[in-house]
């Protein structure tokens, strides 16, 4: 890669896609926050995204890089940064889906037995899609090296594997119960695909 992107630059691609939005939402953990990262918007240009999964690649410890055999990601969020990730470390790259609200290999994609996995996510709040996925990639007999994604909105994590973010973003969130915006009478917005009707 010719140029390195570093964190003021990696804000500055969000940013400039109009990725950060602020309001009321719903994040797929199911927490509310008054920000909210739409990663798609960065990830309409190729381009961008292949940079951007380059330079996660090479901020991967030695190790970790070298030892990538697949990458998974779960659907919807994951599926294009994971893809850029498996194209930028010449590696397969298969995808999770949820079936009657469970996460599952479909279209029949296989885990090969004994694969190092690098699970790609684009944003990891509490890491439950991630965790989901680490779990079907343990029970199919391969080992999970690592997981990536653009951004870790630094809660508590459900997932134990170690955790290489592009970009922490310090963008708080509340459990339903406690957010002063639905107090206010505020109504969030859903704009992940967690929510898609079946």
Known sequence: MDKRLDDAAIMGILEETGAVRHG????????????????????????????????????????????????????????????????????????????????????SFEVPEGAKVLVCEDVVTTGGSVKEVCDLVEAAGGEVVGVVSIIDRQTDRLFDAPFFPLLAVDAASWDPSECELCANGGRPESLGSRRLAK
């Open 24 to 107: 009321h939402f719903v994040l797929t953990s199911g927490r509310h926050s008054d920000t909210y990262i739409q990663c798609a918007r960065v990830m309409e240009s190729p381009t961008t995204t292949v940079e951007l999964a380059r330079e996660a690649v090479e901020r991967l410890p030695e190790d970790v890089r070298s030892a990538v055999d697949l990458v998974a990601s779960p659907a919807v969020g994951g599926i294009t940064f994971g893809f850029a990730m498996g194209y930028a470390l010449g590696v397969d790259f298969i995808f999770t889906e949820r079936q009657e609200g469970r996460m599952c290999l479909r279209r």
